[in-house]
C-alpha cells in the first residue's frame, strides 16, 4: 500500500479532490408532517421507516497523502415499540496495523413533540464508544437518548480512511422501509472500479456525471432508490445481506498516464501466494516447530494415515475451545494452547500445523460462512471471506476438517460452512471446491401408544437424532443440563413424564437417543360414544413455513433433511375404527423431496408411518411454487384424525 501512495503521489503532484454533492435534507430541519406521522401510508405494518438515507465517497489525492472518505446523513422515524432497535448504531472501522478508518463531525440528535413543540436531545460524548469486532474491524457505536414511539431520529458522520481502496458499497434496502436513498460514488478517471447491483430493485435513477476537478476528471455515479420496501426475512435463506438491493463496488485497477497499470483486485492466484507466505496463515502452518512432539506422540505406533489423522483431530477438538470468533488469520499458536482458546482461524491452523508436523498432505480452504454470505468467485478479494477450515488427501479421498464444534465427528463441517465453494490455498492443489454436507438431518421419532376409553394416551415416546440433528440436541442438552433442558423440551408439551433416560450423549460418532415413559391426557377427543384422535402427538407439522406465494430469492436449507414419526396405537377393547386417513406419496420433480404416509391396522393395532425427506439443499425461484404446494400438502395430511367409535 505505501510504495503504491508513494507512486501515485509522483504521477499527482496537483491535488485531486470531490466536487461536494448535497443531501436531500438539512440537518435539524424535520418537517411536521414527519414529526406527526403515525402510521407509514405504504407499510402500515412498519415499526420504523427510514425517512432519508443519503452517502457520498470520494478519494483525496494531494501531494502528502490520499484519502478516502464517506459521508452519510441518515433520517429515521420511529412509530412502534419494535422499532427502537433503528436507535442502536454500528459504524464499522476498518483497521490494519496501527492504521484504522476513524470518524469526524459525528452528530445524533433525538426529535420529539412535546405539547406542540419539537423538543430535541443531542447524543452525548459518553454515549458513543468502540469495541473489537474481529481482527480488521472495529465497531463505532451509540445509541440515541430519550426515544418513544414518534421520535425521528438523524445522525451524520465523515468517515475518513488511508485505505482508498476500500470503496465502500451502499445498501438500499433494510428490514424497515426506506423513503429516499440515494448514494454519490466519486471515482477519480484513474481509478477503475468493478460495479454490480444485486437484489431485485430496479434504481430510480442511474447516472454518471463527469466532474472536472483542476487537472483531472472526476466520474460521479448517482444511485437513488424511492419507496423501497422493507426486506421480508423468510425462513432457509443464508443471510439477508445476500439478497437486499445493494450496490457493490470494487476499485480493480489504478490507470496513471506514463506508468504501468497498477492492480489492485488482483487474481485468486495472487491471494494464494500471498497468504502462503503470510503470516498467521501459511508461515503459521510451516511453522509453529512447538507442535511437532505433541504431534508425534499423538500417532506414536500408527500406521493408517487416517487414524492419524483422527488422533490430531480429537486432541484438537477437546484441546481448543472456539470463542465464537470467526477469522482466516491466526495468533500466536503457543499462546492459543496455553489459553485453550481460540477464533475459527486459531483452531482450524492448529489443526493443520500439527498435521503437517508429521507428514499428512494438509491445505487450508477459505469460505464465507452462511451468515457472512455469497462468495462472487469473478471478484478476487479476500474480504470475500471470513472463515477457514483444512483440507486433507490421503490418497483418492478428500477430508474437508473444522475442529471448533465439538458436538461434531471427523469430515462432518458445521451447518455454517455449508454455503457454496470454498478456496482451496495451496502450493499445488489451489483452486475451488465444493462445501456439501456429509451428513443429514435425521429425526426419527417412535411412539408406542395404548389408548383407553376415557381418551388417556399411556406409553413411551423414543427420539432417535443422527448427523446435524444429533448435534443440535448435544448442544442443547449439554449447555443447559439435564433438567433445564428437560424444562424446555417439555415447556409446549402437555406430557406427564414417568421416567426418561438418554442414550450415547457423549458418543458424537453414534446416534443420540432419548427415550421417554409418559401419561398424555390432553390430545384426544371423547363424545357420543366416538373418540377422536390425531396420531401426532409430537412433530405435526401445523402450518407452512413458506407463506409467500411467490418468493425472489432461493430456499437454501443447507443439508438434506429426514424426519420420520413412527406410531404404534393400541385402540381399546369395544371400539372399532370408523375412520383412518388415507395412505399418501408425493414427490417433487427430480426426487428433490418426497414425502410417505402409511397406514396399516392388524386387529386392534393402528400403525401409522410419515417420512419427510429433503434430499437437496438449495431451491431456485422457479422450484418454489412445487416446494411450496409439497408444504401444504403435508400440512393438510398430517391434520388428519383417526376415528374410533363404540360398539
Known amino acids: 500500500m505505501k510504495a503504491l501512495i508513494f507512486g501515485l503521489h509522483l504521477a499527482l503532484l496537483a491535488p485531486l479532490c470531490a466536487v461536494a454533492q448535497k443531501s436531500p435534507v438539512k440537518f435539524g430541519e424535520i418537517p411536521m408532517v414527519d414529526m406527526t406521522m403515525k402510521i407509514y401510508d405504504k407499510d402500515s405494518s412498519a415499526s420504523a421507516v427510514i425517512l432519508s438515507d443519503y452517502g457520498e465517497a470520494y478519494v483525496t489525492v494531494t501531494a502528502v497523502n490520499i484519502t478516502l472518505s464517506f459521508e452519510r446523513h441518515v433520517r429515521i422515524k420511529i412509530l412502534k415499540k419494535d422499532g427502537f432497535d433503528q436507535a442502536d448504531v454500528e459504524i464499522p472501522l476498518y483497521r490494519e496495523g496501527s492504521e484504522e478508518e476513524r470518524i469526524t463531525k459525528l452528530k445524533a440528535t433525538t426529535y420529539n413533540l412535546e405539547n406542540g413543540k419539537v423538543v430535541e436531545t443531542d447524543l452525548s460524548k459518553d454515549g458513543i464508544f468502540k469495541e473489537k469486532f474481529n481482527r480488521n474491524i472495529n465497531l463505532q457505536k451509540f445509541t440515541f437518548p430519550n426515544v418513544k414511539e414518534g421520535s425521528v431520529l438523524e445522525y451524520s458522520y465523515t468517515l475518513v480512511s488511508e485505505f482508498f481502496t476500500n470503496f465502500p458499497d451502499w445498501q438500499f434496502q433494510y428490514d424497515v422501509p426506506v423513503r429516499w436513498s440515494e448514494y454519490w460514488a466519486l471515482f477519480p478517471e484513474y481509478f477503475a472500479f468493478q460495479k454490480y447491483m444485486q437484489g431485485y ?20 455515479h448517482h444511485w437513488v432508490m424511492k419507496d423501497v420496501p422493507a426486506f421480508k426475512d423468510e425462513p432457509f435463506i443464508t443471510c439477508k445481506n445476500d439478497y437486499v438491493s445493494k450496490i457493490n463496488l470494487a476499485l480493480s485497477h489504478i490507470t496513471i498516464p506514463g506508468q504501468p497499470v497498477r492492480e489492485i483486485m488482483g487474481t485468486w492466484q495472487k491471494l494464494n501466494t500471498n497468504l502462503l507466505e503470510s503470516e498467521g496463515f501459511g508461515k503459521t502452518v510451516t511453522g509453529s516447530g512447538f507442535l511437532k512432539k505433541k504431534a508425534e506422540e499423538l500417532t506414536t505406533g500408527m500406521t493408517d494415515p487416517q487414524q492419524k489423522v483422527a488422533a490430531i483431530f480429537a486432541y484438537v477438538q477437546k484441546s481448543l475451545e472456539w470463542n465464537g470468533t470467526k477469522d482466516i488469520y491466526a495468533d500466536n499458536l503457543k ?5 485453550k482458546k481460540g477464533t475459527a482461524a486459531d483452531i482450524n491452523v492448529a489443526l493443520a500445523s500439527m498435521l503437517e508436523k508429521i507428514d499428512i498432505p494438509v491445505d487450508m480452504v477459505l469460505l464465507s460462512t452462511r451468515d457472512h454470505g455469497f462468495v462472487r468467485e469473478q471478484y478476487p478479494m479476500s ?12 490418497g ?5 476438517l473444522d475442529a471448533t464444534d465439538r458436538f461434531l465427528p471427523m469430515g462432518i463441517l458445521p451447518e455454517r460452512c455449508l454455503n457454496g465453494r470454498g478456496l482451496v490455498i495451496s502450493k499445488t492443489k489451489h483452486g475451488w471446491i465444493d462445501l456439501k454436507p456429509n451428513a443429514k438431518a435425521r429425526t426419527v421419532i417412535n411412539t408406542e401408544l395404548v389408548l383407553n376409553p376415557t381418551g388417556e394416551l399411556k406409553g413411551k415416546v423414543k427420539y432417535t437424532h443422527e448427523g446435524y440433528a444429533a448435534r443440535e440436541f448435544r448442544q442443547a442438552y449439554f449447555a443447559k443440563g439435564e433438567q433445564e433442558y428437560m424444562k424446555g423440551f417439555l415447556a409446549d408439551k402437555a406430557w406427564d413424564i414417568e421416567s426418561s433416560e438418554f442414550q450415547n450423549q457423549t458418543e458424537i460418532t453414534q446416534s443420540v437417543n432419548q427415550v421417554h415413559a409418559l401419561l398424555i391426557n390432553e390430545h384426544v377427543t371423547v363424545a357420543g360414544g366416538m373418540i377422536y384422535m390425531n396420531p401426532f402427538v409430537v412433530g405435526q407439522t401445523k402450518e407452512n413455513v413458506f407463506k409467500l406465494e411467490t418468493r425472489e430469492y432461493p430456499v437454501d436449507f443447507g443439508k438434506p433433511e429426514e424426519k420420520t414419526y413412527l406410531c404404534r ?8 375404527v370408523e375412520e383412518l386417513p388415507k395412505p399418501k406419496v408425493m414427490m417433487l420433480p427430480n426426487n428433490a423431496g418426497r414425502y410417505t404416509y402409511s397406514v396399516s391396522q392388524t386387529g386392534n393395532m393402528v400403525n401409522i408411518v410419515s417420512m419427510l425427506q429433503i434430499n437437496k439443499s438449495m431451491f431456485v425461484m422457479d422450484e418454489y411454487p412445487n416446494l411450496r404446494e409439497f408444504y401444504n400438502q403435508i400440512v393438510a395430511k398430517q391434520a388428519e384424525q383417526i376415528v374410533l367409535k363404540k360398539l
Do not use: H, M, W
Not at 396 to 400: A, P, Q, W
Not at 569 to 576: E, K, Q, R, S, V
Open 396 to 400: 483418492d479421498k478428500t477430508l474437508l
Open 569 to 576: 396405537l393400541t385402540i381399546p377393547d369395544g371400539y372399532a
Open 335 to 339: 499462546t492459543i494452547f496455553e489459553n
Open 383 to 394: 474480504s470475500q471471506f471470513n472463515y477457514a477450515i483444512c483440507i486433507v488427501t490421503l
Open 201 to 220: 430493485l430496479p434504481p430510480a435513477i442511474y447516472e454518471v456525471k463527469p466532474k472536472n476537478s483542476t487537472d483531472f476528471r472526476i466520474d460521479a
